[in-house]
């Protein structure tokens, strides 16, 4: 989920991506003493180098940071600290191009795909 200000901005109507992807960061990335920002308590051990967010290793992925009823509201209650991994997924069309990432989750959540028109304020 990339970074919304604008309350009109259709991620905080999905979340879509919260609950769908496996979220791996570098472990340093919940290294406070290294200059980590994300809680390291929300994440767990992945491979030799990664840890997870918790909650989106599993056969049925939910980001445990994640407030939202997919589809109608959605809140990362660590925005500010979230994963680069998470604010490097952009929403389709947000900044002219297609998310395949955006499209699949949207999709497998029964949502459709956003278009431009998502976009026209
Ligand atoms: S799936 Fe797309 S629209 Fe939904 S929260 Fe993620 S980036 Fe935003
Ligand atoms: S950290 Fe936030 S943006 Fe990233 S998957 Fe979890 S709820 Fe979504």
Redesign the pocket.
């Known amino acids: ?2 970074g919304p200000d604008d309350p009109a901005h ?2 905080l109507r ?4 919260c609950a769908h992807f496996r979220v791996s960061l570098h472990w340093s990335e919940a290294a406070p003493e290294l200059g980590g920002q994300v809680p390291p308590e929300l994440t767990e051990p992945l491979r030799q180098h990664e840890r997870v967010m918790r909650g989106t290793s599993q056969a049925r992925p939910r980001c445990i940071a994640l407030d939202a009823d997919i589809g109608t509201y ?1 809140y990362c209650t660590i925005h500010a600290l979230r994963p680069s991994v998470c604010a490097s ?1 952009t ?2 069309w947000e900044f002219g191009e297609r ?1 395949d990432q ?1 499209d699949r ?2 999709i497998a959540h029964g949502l459709s795909a ?1 278009t431009m028109a998502d976009w026209v304020r």
């Not at 999905?14 to 991506?17: H, M, R, T």
């Open positions: 989920m990339s259709p991620c999905c979340g879509a991506c959605s997924l929403a389709s998310s955006c989750a949207r956003l």
